[in-house]
């Protein structure tokens, strides 16, 4: 085996505490479980972390809507300390239960000393981290625009925001405060603007009219000669007339966009406020400061609409401009999209805010150039691609949340406004009995907290890491930039080395049909369900009972539930389940994923376990009451306990290559093969002779044979199996000293048990006996009938195994190849697998059905020769009409050579067929 000695590392990635695991958590613990179970199995000690996010914007959202369900209490009528004490009572409670789903699915985490990225080595470490950084000017505080969701009022970065296609006058569901509502989106407004001298306007095309009385400017491309002689004068505001606004010229805008023309609203637009920022000397004001919606998603700034919903204002501004004769009605939108909360799913709403940042330019190159540089082993490859486009952003990350529940920021302004940071709590504490300072309100992106992990588990700021932390990174691909990306690079400013320096993802899981799991859709698996089992009512009232699904969509949701689960879902087991995630390939982007259907053929595998173990446990009581007066029997392996021994060490070399590429299912899947074929197939039914007669020479090889065997596939197994393999490892196992967690598959072992000469024969012979069993399925000559064949095996080896094949097939395999008259009584076969012949001879206890049979092949046949000459002759005929089109003659033609192949190839199988029957007319074997 593929041994290093060194001590692996893994870190599960910490689960959200707002909600139960679910089908992608589970193939995340399958995957990493086997790998660490794998590594113990060679021989290498594993640190396997298991650890929880606090999650904060989404724990805190939760805790807000439970707070008024259960005690009709508002987050604001509680102290910070009261609020920060219902977060850590509800997230003990959801960290219990995540735990104990973590026990069913069988995985070997150490739970007992599971960090959380809330608690006192993680705000230690945070709050070191970011002295560190902002003493390196990585982080630093700016007024930039930001997304900001009014349904969490948080900022958002970059990456928690959803970019929703859209179509013409399309409607989305954004959240309200009693429930959703729907928004219109898709519509393309047209304002207009008129100029200073009185002489005309310009029109402006826009999906935002209730922005306009934060409007600073309008703005044309450069290169459109439509508006090029407008640009630098100025025009009036059609609802504040005492103000003006400069046209620009930027070359971001987009002719074809609309009017080609645009309003500038920089404090809700995220283009906007870049060309403000390149035109800042022409606009006059403060055009940075000129917000008309606030935090809550009010407008502001707007007369007598102050304090209207901004969706509600939309109308209401329309009418005002229409007073004005500023309104010239709807325009054509085509398609486009709408950004929206990952968490809340409410339109953002870009606001200037002052925040912190990290800078990750230089951090990003740094990455670049060392994944460039292949030192890093990332797998698969497609993920070096997605990597490279997140390194390619150069905005810095806005690290400020404006919520409760998470790490504060430990940073402190003075009464001059000049902010510090302090690293320790006591310090600053000290210094602010002297000093007025006050801490910001706000607290990090809950990712800041995650990207730290690696450097926490292992002892981190108390302890300093000069080296890999983990020696594998594995998880989904869909959180590479949130989270693995993040962790490379701050990991490595801080310490000045990468965390890890190999990178396993896996995919996305979807449900059977391709589609992303939602509790809106109602398609998500929960892992308990197949695990416990549960009933087809049982899954109805889950639709019923959902806020998630709307009322029109359930009665569909319904419809699938009961087309997929008819009888809902049997109790499978953990072992089930992981066999199902393991007969999808992991590595592709989107898994699609049939567990209905895989976990049956999962449950008929461990079956397949339990009667092996059974017939196991037989040969071994039969064995030891055979030898029970010969104790220095000696151990003489035959010819069919070598062939299985071999074939299980090259099986277990298949398994660990697949296992170090990462390539688990390929892994599971030669063991199955092995198990379920070689050993099961074969390698067992030469035993039954043995275990019937209680053959006191054969059964201690196969005692030993077998117990060898399972030992070592019930351990490979139980990577991916762990509950079921450690039973059966246990009842087939007679040494007290040997258990499951201290068997170790040794590599010199396994090449005392190979044979390749050995297999090579065996596999020609298993070949011959696939050949028969076929022959005697075609002809129905029953397994009882000894048949004799000769073997033209064209220079292939075959006399090692040749008595044990002969003995299953029950054949006698006669010397030699006989002259062409003698052959007469014989029927050729070709070996399937091979390029060798059999030659079976036929006799008079089977032949009836051997003719029988080639006869009903041989009118068959003839029977498709002569549909097919019949469409020759049609299609000929047709064509032979002089009023037929040239197009539909081209058609009569390929349907001709299409029924002249037909007929050659059942020419030729005619031909066989009567070559096979001359077989019978000079032996006489019929009894007619």
């Known amino acids: 085996m593929s041994i290093h ?14 909600g139960k695991l679910h089908l992608g958590h589970a193939l995340t613990l399958a995957i990493q479980d086997a790998l660490c179970r794998y590594q113990k199995l060679i021989g290498n000690p594993v640190c396997w972390y298991a650890g929880f996010d606090h999650a904060g914007i989404a724990t805190q959202t939760i805790v807000e809507k439970n707070l008024w369900r259960e005690k009709k209490i508002r987050r604001n009528q509680l102290s910070e300390e009261e609020f920060q004490k219902s977060c850590y009572s509800w997230t003990n409670k959801r960290m219990d239960e995540m735990k104990n789903q973590i026990h069913k699915l069988g995985a070997g985490l150490d739970l007992d000393n599971a960090y959380f990225t809330m608690n006192q080595q993680f705000t230690k470490a945070v709050r070191h981290a970011f002295a560190k950084l902002y003493v390196a000017e990585k982080i630093f505080r700016d007024r930039r625009i930001v997304n900001w969701c009014p349904a969490l009022r948080s900022t958002l970065s970059d990456e928690e925001v959803d970019h929703i296609s859209i179509r013409e006058m399309d409607e989305i569901m954004v959240p309200s405060q009693h429930g959703y509502r729907k928004v219109k989106v898709g519509q393309m407004h047209r304002i207009s603007y008129e100029f200073l001298n009185g ?41 504040i007339p005492s103000r003006f606004l400069p046209i620009l010229d930027d070359e971001s805008v987009k002719p074809e966009k609309g009017t080609g023309v645009m309003k500038i609203t920089p404090c809700h637009d995220f283009l906007d406020f870049e060309i403000v920022k390149r035109h800042s000397s022409e606009i006059p004001g403060k055009p940075l400061e000129l917000s008309c919606i606030d935090e809550n998603g009010f407008l502001v700034n707007a007369d007598d609409l102050n ?74 490859e497609f993920v070096t691609a997605i990597m490279n486009e997140w390194l390619q952003n150069n905005e810095p990350w806005c690290l400020s949340r404006q919520i409760s529940w998470g790490h504060r920021i430990p940073a402190y302004k003075d009464l ?102 939602s509790k809106s859709l109602g398609n998500v698996i929960d892992p308990e369900d197949f695990i416990d089992g549960i009933s087809l009512e049982k899954m109805l009232e889950r639709v019923d009972e959902s806020p998630a699904v709307r009322s029109s969509d359930k009665q569909e949701m319904k419809s699938e539930i009961r087309s997929e689960f008819p009888n809902g879902i049997q109790r499978y087991g953990a072992d089930v389940l992981r066999f199902a995630l393991f007969r999808n390939n992991v590595t592709d982007i989107n898994i699609k994923v049939d567990v209905n259907t895989s976990a049956a053929e999962g449950y008929r595998f461990c079956n397949k376990l339990w ?24 151990l003489d392996l035959m010819v069919d306990d070598q062939w299985i021994l071999s074939r299980l060490a090259s099986t277990l070399l298949r398994f660990d290559t697949a296992m170090n590429d990462f390539m688990i299912g390929h892994a599971i899947n030669a063991l199955q ?17 043995a275990v019937r007669n209680i053959d006191s020479n054969k059964l201690p090889a196969v005692s030993y044979t077998l117990s060898v065997v399972l030992q070592y596939c019930f351990a490979a197994l139980s990577t991916a199996m762990p509950m079921l393999c450690q039973y059966l490892f246990n009842i087939i196992n007679e040494s007290p000293s040997v258990t499951l967690e201290n068997f170790v598959i040794k590599e010199d ?88 012949s059999l030659f079976m001879e036929l006799q008079s206890e089977y032949a009836n059905a051997v003719y029988d049979k080639l006869v009903q092949q041989l009118t068959a046949v003839t029977d498709k020769k002569e549909q097919a000459e019949k469409r020759i002759a049609k299609y000929e005929n047709l064509c032979k009409d002089p009023d037929i089109k040239p197009s539909v003659v081209v058609k009569h033609l390929k349907k001709i050579s299409q029924a002249k192949n037909i007929a050659r190839r059942n020419e030729e199988e005619i031909r066989k067929l009567h070559d096979l029957l001359q077989h019978f007319q000079n032996k006489p074997v019929l009894n007619r």
Request: hydrophobic share 35%; glycine share 6%; with cysteine.
């Open 307 to 380: 304090g209207t919903d901004r969706f509600e204002a939309r109308e209401k501004v329309i009418e005002k401009l229409r007073k004005v004769n500023a309104y010239g009605g709807l325009m054509k939108y085509g398609s486009g999209t709408v950004s929206v909360c990952s968490r809340t799913g409410d339109i953002i709403e870009p606001v200037i805010k002052e925040q912190w940042f990290l800078n990750c330019t230089e951090m990003y190159r740094r990455l670049q150039e060392f994944i460039l540089s292949g030192e890093m082993v990332i797998k698969p």
């Open 673 to 689: 093969n092995f198990i379920q074929g070689d050993l099961c197939d074969f390698y067992l039914e030469t035993t039954k002779s």
């Open 5 to 18: 000695q060194q001590h692996s590392r893994l870190a599960f990635p910490p689960p959200n505490v707002t």
């Open 199 to 239: 002489r005309g306007s310009i029109e402006v095309g826009t999906t935002r009219p209730e922005t306009v009385y934060a409007d600073v400017a309008l703005a044309v491309n450069p290169k459109d000669t439509r508006y090029s002689s407008f640009i630098g004068k100025m025009v009036r505001h059609p609802l």
């Open 611 to 634: 009667n092996l173990c059974n017939y196991a446990l037989i040969v071994f009581q039969k064995a030891r009451s055979s030898t029970k007066n010969q104790p220095s029997l000696c």
């Open 749 to 836: 072992k396994l090449f005392s048990f190979i044979k390749p000469e050995l297999e090579t024969e065996m596999k020609f012979g298993l070949c011959v006996l696939n050949t028969i069993r076929s022959i005697r399925s075609q002809f129905r000559i029953p397994s009882s009938t000894t048949l004799k064949v000769r073997i033209a095996s064209n220079g292939q080896e075959f006399f090692k195994v040749s008595e044990v094949i002969a003995k299953i097939a029950n054949i006698e395999i006669l010397p030699g190849m006989c002259d062409v008259d003698e052959m007469q009584g014989y029927m050729p076969f070709s070996i399937r697998g091979s390029n060798s």
């Open 416 to 517: 001059n406004g000049n902010w510090i940071v302090l690293e320790n709590e006591e310090e600053a504490a000290s210094i602010m009995k002297t000093t007025k300072l006050v801490q910001d309100e706000d607290v990090l992106d809950t990712w800041f907290s995650s990207a730290l992990v690696p450097l926490v588990v292992a002892g981190w700021p108390d302890k300093d890491v000069d080296s890999n932390t983990l020696t594998l990174m594995e998880t989904g691909y869909d959180i590479v930039g949130f989270w693995v990306i993040r962790m490379l690079t701050v990991c490595e400013e801080l310490t000045g080395h990468y965390p890890f320096s190999t990178i396993y993802l896996h995919g996305l899981v979807k449900d059977s049909k391709g589609r992303k799991m």
